[in-house]
């Protein structure tokens, strides 16, 4: 491989000097003008070796010993590539988590069943973000679809600072679903079975780009009172 190829574009340096805020995430000194980024597999092939993924932000003493261990010294203890990704996310979430407002979000039953109102809000007073969403709808434990669209995750949703955000989706329009479920002649409602659940990935973006990614969580439906109930 030609050493032209083994160079971090722009954009991947600059996230990753705004999400260290220029710490080195080995040893968390503050670097200043005196940053590196090492590549922590040098093997890999484009476009996987100068992506941001493979990058992480260290001092000169650290890159040093990155570079050394490498050279299969029987001395101490290397790390290893999940050890470097783990370590350096770890000092990326603690200098950029005060960029993440508190988020409320969930379903209800206000415009009816088998219509799903769904609201984000940021519950904050200065802090922009976006937001992505992917809803998953199981019946019986198995994937019954994801709402196209602003449901799929691929479509951000733009979260102002204290603003609360509705949307609705449609549990009985196949043709909004994604992955739809093959309905054999029976009505999508009455294909919905008694075990209705909505399993809810939520990823929040910051204003320099990180994705912070929220433990999925589900909400069940209660036919007796119609609502939606929260799984803990
Ligand atoms: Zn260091």
């Known amino acids: 491989m030609g050493k032209a190829k083994k160079k971090f574009p722009y954009d991947v340096r600059k996230k990753a000097l705004l999400w260290s805020a220029r710490h080195c995430c080995l040893c968390s000194k503050q670097c200043g003008l005196d940053i590196e980024l090492h590549h922590i597999d040098p093997t890999l092939d484009l476009p996987?070796?100068?992506?941001?993924?493979?990058?992480?932000?260290?001092c000169y003493e650290c890159h040093a010993k990155l570079e050394f261990s490498s050279l299969n010294s029987p001395r101490g203890s290397k790390y290893s590539p999940q050890e470097i990704?783990?370590?350096?996310n770890q000092i990326y979430?603690?200098?950029?988590?005060?960029?993440?407002?508190?988020?409320?979000?969930g379903p209800s039953n206000d415009l009816g069943f088998p219509k799903v109102q769904f609201y984000i809000q940021n519950n904050d007073g200065a802090l922009n973000v976006r937001v992505r969403c992917r809803v998953e709808i199981y019946v019986n434990h198995k994937l019954f679809g994801t709402p196209t669209r602003h449901y799929s995750g691929d479509h951000p949703w733009v979260c102002n600072p204290g603003l609360t955000v509705f949307g609705w989706f449609d549990l009985a329009d196949p043709n909004k679903l994604e992955k739809r479920p093959k309905y054999r002649?029976?009505?999508?409602?009455?294909?919905?079975?008694k075990d209705l659940r909505l399993r809810i990935h939520l990823i929040i973006i910051d204003v320099f780009e990180r994705e912070h990614e929220r433990i999925p969580v589900e909400w069940y439906y209660g036919w007796e009172k119609q609502e939606?109930?929260?799984?803990p």
């Open 228 to 231: 939606w109930v929260y799984d």
């Open 93 to 105: 979430e603690e200098k950029t988590r005060h960029l993440v407002p508190v988020i409320i979000y």
């Open 48 to 58: 996987h070796l100068n992506a941001i993924d493979n990058a992480i932000p260290v």
């Open 85 to 88: 990704k783990d370590r350096r």
């Open 185 to 193: 002649g029976v009505p999508p409602d009455k294909a919905l079975g």
